[in-house]
């Protein structure tokens, strides 16, 4: 792996601002505290919160869709195949924009990354309402998918304002509580619509009024993200650009080259899209999945699908805990044997799931299946901000873009038009899983060392720019 540039922040020559956190030489914080008032004061935790509300709400407007889909289907008329590509479609369309978006970060900060494609993607997500056919429901399903790409700027950010030692932490409790927009939307929406048909609305009307209330709430975020965000702890990209000299700015290029050579991110792509992209496909079958095949009403099903989502609450960020204590405990290979015997576990359990016949025992499988599965995301991201600083935005797309390769094609495999029952995919969905997990041994730091083998060389031999996962 090549010796990475300064980080940004050691490039300023402008005194250092005062931090409410005790910070590293890149005045990255060495500790993270989300629960504590004053360090709303602190560009790293002010960044943190507006970044997982943010995130939060795409993953609510993304989700809000599915739990109405009994009521859209027979008011649009749609097959079970329509849904099925439509739900497709929503992550084709975050496979593009994840991809895009890494360097986009790299190159304009994630504030701005962030904020302008959550106010381009509210209106879509507001235009839902206004489908009539087949076709326009799997359009806006294809476009609404795009303002997932925002996961990328979350993850982005936080390694941008948190040390090694803490950036699993912040990476997993970050996303944990953003993915948790799924879940709410899962409980949410069934709820809105009943309010509104409440007021003697129709339900062909009731089911478009509903989605007001997502593409609002992903607008007012964004403008909060402009207003009140920082790229960097010692400023915005844009203030930071002015103090490069020519010669040292990093081309687009460049910086895409540098980290799509780097196997290291396919890999983790790959594992990505088997535990995250098996997380969004559960959160995009399963309300559907016990309203079938159990009987219950659309309450009841949004309720069991929410508290899948939900778990992410405490799951995601127990992955970026497990992830960091295995980093202080073991180096990079603890982070690595962490992030397999995770996801394997994952994966059994969702086999478990899908051969499990009555309704409370689906239900506690789901439910340990969430942890399990949603903490293997933590893990992976874990590992992402110690492959590559100079292309952490591309690394990071495209590990984002692997969660929604993934979901495709476990949708478009075992939940589009597929010969199986849904139970039957459910469980070929987690043997896809602990196969695709194996590929984590391969990856190897010739400083750290890999999951099999130690490091090539003495660590301690290095520039002080590497990152350290022993601190």
Partial sequence: MEEDPPSPQKRSTSPPPPFTLPVDSDKKATEFRPFSPSSLSSPHMRAFHLAWLSLFSCFFSTFSIPPLIPIIRHDLNLTDTDVGTAGMASFLGSIFSRLAMGPVCDLLGPRVASATLSLITAPIVLSASLVSSPQSFILVRFLVGFCLANFVANQFWMSSMFSGCVVGLANGVSAGWANMGAGVSQLLMPLIFTAITSLNVGTHTAWRLAFIVPSTFQALTAIMVLIYGQDLPSGNYKEFKKTKTESREEKFVHVLFNGLKNYRGWILGLTYGFCFGVELTTDNIIAQYFYDRFGVNLQVAGTIAASFGMANLFSRPMGGVISDEMGRRFGIRGRLWGLWAVQTAAGLLCVLLGRVNSLWGSVLVMCVFSVFVQAAGGLTFGVVPFVSKRSLGVISGMTGSGGTVGAVA??????????????????????????????????????????????????????????????
């Fill in 410 to 471: 476990t949708q478009m495999l075992l939940f589009s038009g597929s010969k199986f029952s849904k139970q039957t995919s459910i469980s070929l969905m987690g043997l896809m899983m602990i196969v695709c997990t194996l590929p984590v041994s391969l990856i190897y730091f010739p400083q750290w060392g890999g999951i099999f083998c130690g490091p090539s060389f003495d660590p301690s031999e290095l520039a002080d720019e590497h990152y350290r996962l022993l601190q």
